[in-house]
């Protein structure tokens, strides 16, 4: 079966940090780009990075770079998203997604995702 779980969110105060996980089963994530996107409610979606194994890419939104990481683990076909120096407006649901990672549209390209995990962040 062809899925993407993700894990690791939770309520943390402005400056902590969360590690999101993203279990993929179905395929292998070095074949597929995967992304992680997050949405507040009333917001547009956003892309918050995305990783691309096989053509050894990394690209990270303007807001996420020097904070977040994002690191794959192909044997276990696992994706992560290490979220550090949170801030109040990193509120949002996160997921992950299959997309083409690449250029700076990648974010407007997404395929099969999870439910998401929400990641909560007071002041």
């Known amino acids: 079966q062809v899925q993407l779980v993700e894990s690791g969110g939770g309520l943390v105060q402005s400056g902590g940090s969360l590690r999101l996980s993203c279990a993929t089963s179905?395929?292998?994530?070095?074949?597929?780009?995967i992304g992680w996107f997050r949405q507040a409610p009333g917001k547009e979606r956003e892309g918050v990075s995305c990783?691309?194994?096989?053509?050894?890419?990394?690209i990270y939104a303007d807001f996420a770079e020097g904070r977040f990481t994002i690191a794959a683990d192909n044997a276990k076909n696992m994706v992560y998203l290490a979220l550090d120096a949170l801030r109040p407006e990193d509120t949002a649901l996160y997921y992950c997604?299959?997309?083409?990672?690449?250029?700076?549209?990648?974010?407007?390209?997404?395929?099969?995702r999870g439910q998401g995990t929400q990641v909560t962040v007071s002041e």
């Open positions: 997604a299959t997309t083409f990672c690449e250029g700076s549209g990648w974010h407007h390209s997404s395929g099969l």
């Open positions: 179905g395929f292998s994530v070095h074949d597929y780009a």
């Open positions: 990783i691309n194994l096989k053509e050894d890419r990394v």
